[in-house]
Nanobody, 121 residues
């Protein structure tokens, strides 16, 4: 079973940056897609960034495009999310997920436990 865990959450001021790291317990299968989701209380989880394992392919939601960058380091079995120009509306629990497609909760097979990001003015 693939196990995922997120690191790097915390508190940051508006306009600041954070790097989230998703670590897997082994090499992620090449037919998987890795998506970063986020969720605030009372809302559905929102897919914000996705990368195809073993391929140069990424997609982003409109809410983060141009500010966030997703990347994969195969040597470390990690998927990173570099978050720049952070806004208060980016405050959420962030989840790393592995599944059969990008950005779709119903396609996710494995979830990390989440890490909290708080952006203050």
């Amino acid at each position: 079973q693939v196990q995922l865990v997120e690191f790097g959450g915390g508190s940051v001021q508006t306009g600041g940056s954070l790097r989230l790291v998703c670590a897997a317990n082994g090499r992620i299968p090449t037919n998987f897609y890795m998506t970063w989701f986020r969720q605030t209380p009372g809302t559905e989880r929102e897919g914000i960034a996705c990368i195809r394992v073993g391929a140069d392919f990424t997609i982003y939601s409109a809410s983060v495009k141009g500010r966030f960058i997703i990347s994969q380091d195969d040597s470390k079995n990690t998927v990173d999310l570099q978050m720049n120009s952070l806004k208060p509306e980016d405050t959420a629990m962030y989840y790393c997920a592995a599944g059969h497609y990008c950005m779709r909760q119903r396609e996710i097979v494995y979830w990390g436990p989440g890490t909290q990001v708080t952006v203050s003015s």
